[in-house]
């Protein structure tokens, strides 16, 4: 597929920069800019989403319109920002950038919207986060291309609807289940991002190494790869801290033994798992016998917001099989304590839930209520 522009043109609205990463430093930021992939195949991993959003863009360019609206949902760091800047990149359309905690008022987000030029993208990070009465205004900016302004106040008060230039909006989520139905059903694509297999990160990484000036030999890839939660951005991140590490104390080289040191120096254990995630899990087991507790209750023993604990952290615990969502609360599996290293309690039932458990049936990730 041609790429009519190296890179994507990109304006940043309001506070655009959370749609990087609402964690990440000036450094990560920069460094994320320079790693980010800028074409479709330069995506990796991720194949169902990328065929499918291939055809989707291919069909919209033979019939010279913009594509359907996308809906990008998934776990921080997966690629959904890249994605959104490639769409822009693969269309050779300018790619506009926001968040949905940046869109107080509904004004805000009409000026946006009829500030975009014919067939630009306009992306919109945690867009569950958006302010109701802009979601209103953006189910007629979606369907219609219009929106409808609102001149005085008070029973004086007149909406004139105003056109708005042809576009398409890329919404990127961690929680699709918090969408409202009548936002949800407005994107004609909804692309589920899942974590990458270790093969795949270690493509990212070696990618990056290269795009980095490091020198990364296949057991030190394989090392970070295997302790990256299945996500690039933090592989990407512990590829920078072994790099440190490798210019500091060795030779420059990142190898097995460097990568291994390195990590744990750093804290990382050999599941990926960092200092939160342990401390979730700690919480869990022995603060709460195993559970089960509320997400609310959990977040405050480690000190961390609820959406924190359960957008950051749980998606890839339970992933992992260390962690299940039940309606009753959050239970640490078998798996979990021997990963501890704390004994089984005696006589007390335990989850016997092995890697790649995901939520127990009948419970739902956005359904639970917290104890
Ligand atoms: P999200 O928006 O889902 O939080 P980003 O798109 O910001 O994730 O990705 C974070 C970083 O991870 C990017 O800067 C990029 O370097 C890297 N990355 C993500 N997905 C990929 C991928 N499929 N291929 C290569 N690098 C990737």
């Given at each position: 597929?041609?790429?009519?522009?190296?890179?994507?043109?990109?304006?940043?609205?309001?506070?655009?920069?959370?749609?990087?990463?609402?964690q990440a430093g000036d450094e990560e930021r920069v460094v994320e800019s320079a790693l980010r992939p800028h074409s479709l195949e330069d995506f990796i991993g991720q194949p169902k989403v990328s065929?499918?959003?291939?055809?989707?863009?291919?069909?919209?360019?033979r019939r010279g319109r913009p594509p359907d609206h996308v809906l990008l949902s998934g776990p921080p760091g997966l690629g959904k920002t890249s994605l959104a800047l490639i769409i822009g990149s693969e269309l050779g359309t300018a790619v506009k950038i926001t968040s949905g905690p940046a869109i107080e008022r509904s004004g805000d987000l009409a000026a946006m919207l009829s500030n975009l030029g014919a067939g630009d993208v306009l992306f919109i990070d945690e867009i569950h986060r958006i302010a109701r009465p802009a979601e209103e205004l953006l189910y007629m900016a979606m369907e219609d291309f219009r929106v409808d302004v609102v001149v005085g106040k008070g029973p004086g008060a007149t909406a004139i609807p105003l056109e708005i230039n042809p576009f398409t909006l890329v919404g990127a989520t961690t929680r699709a289940g918090l969408l409202t139905g009548p936002l949800r059903d407005r994107f004609g694509f909804v692309g589920q991002m899942e974590f990458y297999e270790p093969a795949e990160l270690q493509q990212v990484l070696d990618r990056s190494a290269a795009l980095l000036g490091v020198e990364l030999t296949e057991e030190g890839s394989?090392?970070?790869?295997?302790r990256s939660r299945g996500t690039p951005r933090i592989a990407n991140?512990?590829?920078?801290?072994?790099?440190?590490?490798?210019?500091?104390?060795?030779?420059?080289?990142?190898?097995?033994?460097?990568?291994?040191?390195?990590?744990?120096?750093?804290?990382?254990?050999?599941?990926g798992l960092d200092r939160l995630d342990r401390s979730v899990l700690e919480a869990l087991v022995v603060r709460f016998g195993g559970g089960p507790v509320g997400v609310a209750t959990l977040a405050v023993a480690v000190g961390e917001e609820p959406h924190t604990v359960e957008e950051v952290c749980e998606p890839f615990l339970v992933r992992a099989g260390l962690l299940a969502r039940t309606?009753?609360?959050?239970?640490?599996?078998?798996?979990?304590?021997?990963?501890?290293?704390?004994?089984?309690?005696?006589?007390?039932?335990v989850l016997g839930a092995g890697p790649g458990t995901s939520e127990l049936p009948g419970s739902s990730s956005e359904t639970l209520f917290d104890a």
């Amino acid at each position: 597929m041609s790429a009519p522009f190296d890179r994507p043109l990109v304006a940043e609205f309001g506070s655009g920069d959370a749609a990087v990463s609402p964690q990440a430093g000036d450094e990560e930021r920069v460094v994320e800019s320079a790693l980010r992939p800028h074409s479709l195949e330069d995506f990796i991993g991720q194949p169902k989403v990328s065929r499918q959003l291939a055809l989707v863009l291919e069909g919209a360019r033979r019939r010279g319109r913009p594509p359907d609206h996308v809906l990008l949902s998934g776990p921080p760091g997966l690629g959904k920002t890249s994605l959104a800047l490639i769409i822009g990149s693969e269309l050779g359309t300018a790619v506009k950038i926001t968040s949905g905690p940046a869109i107080e008022r509904s004004g805000d987000l009409a000026a946006m919207l009829s500030n975009l030029g014919a067939g630009d993208v306009l992306f919109i990070d945690e867009i569950h986060r958006i302010a109701r009465p802009a979601e209103e205004l953006l189910y007629m900016a979606m369907e219609d291309f219009r929106v409808d302004v609102v001149v005085g106040k008070g029973p004086g008060a007149t909406a004139i609807p105003l056109e708005i230039n042809p576009f398409t909006l890329v919404g990127a989520t961690t929680r699709a289940g918090l969408l409202t139905g009548p936002l949800r059903d407005r994107f004609g694509f909804v692309g589920q991002m899942e974590f990458y297999e270790p093969a795949e990160l270690q493509q990212v990484l070696d990618r990056s190494a290269a795009l980095l000036g490091v020198e990364l030999t296949e057991e030190g890839s394989a090392e970070i790869a295997g302790r990256s939660r299945g996500t690039p951005r933090i592989a990407n991140r512990l590829l920078r801290r072994v790099r440190d590490y490798a210019e500091v104390k060795a030779d420059g080289r990142v190898t097995l033994a460097v990568a291994q040191a390195a990590l744990a120096l750093y804290d990382v254990d050999d599941l990926g798992l960092d200092r939160l995630d342990r401390s979730v899990l700690e919480a869990l087991v022995v603060r709460f016998g195993g559970g089960p507790v509320g997400v609310a209750t959990l977040a405050v023993a480690v000190g961390e917001e609820p959406h924190t604990v359960e957008e950051v952290c749980e998606p890839f615990l339970v992933r992992a099989g260390l962690l299940a969502r039940t309606p009753r609360g959050r239970v640490a599996t078998e798996a979990a304590w021997l990963h501890l290293g704390h004994p089984l309690p005696r006589g007390g039932a335990v989850l016997g839930a092995g890697p790649g458990t995901s939520e127990l049936p009948g419970s739902s990730s956005e359904t639970l209520f917290d104890a």
